[in-house]
Nanobody, 115 residues
Framework: QVELMESGGGSVQPGGSLRLSCAASGIIFSVNVMGWYRQAPEKQREALATITSGGRTDYADSVKGRFTISRDNAKNTVYLEMNSLKPEDTAVYYC?????????WGQGTQVTVSS
């Protein structure tokens, strides 16, 4: 059974940093685009960043310059380094990936930015 599992969420003060990880497990023979989304209470899910298997990245304007997406293809893992966090970054963060030609989503990890 193929699945994605996020880790690394938590609480941090404004201006702080967090690093999220998302590992794919199961029988995997291809991993294409992977990405991160988030959903704040009473808001729509927002795409944050994507990364291709070749390392090409794309970011939403809301996180450009503060968040960095990266991946380790050998570990089938994608990361999201988040710096200069703001209270409005508070949300559940989800990873997604095109694994074996299908889209998969993780269960999400909570990030809370508060003083």
């Amino acid at each position: 059974q193929v699945e994605l599992m996020e880790s690394g969420g938590g609480s941090v003060q404004p201006g702080g940093s967090l690093r999220l990880s998302c590992a794919a497990s199961g029988i995997i023979f291809s991993v294409n685009v992977m990405g991160w989304y988030r959903q704040a209470p009473e808001k729509q899910r927002e795409a944050l960043a994507t990364i291709t298997s070749g390392g090409r990245t794309d970011y939403a304007d809301s996180v450009k310059g503060r968040f960095t997406i990266s991946r380790d293809n050998a570990k089938n893992t994608v990361y999201l380094e988040m710096n200069s966090l703001k209270p409005e970054d508070t949300a559940v963060y989800y990873c997604t990936g095109d694994l074996n030609g299908r889209d998969y989503w993780g269960q999400g990890t909570q990030v809370t930015v508060s003083s």
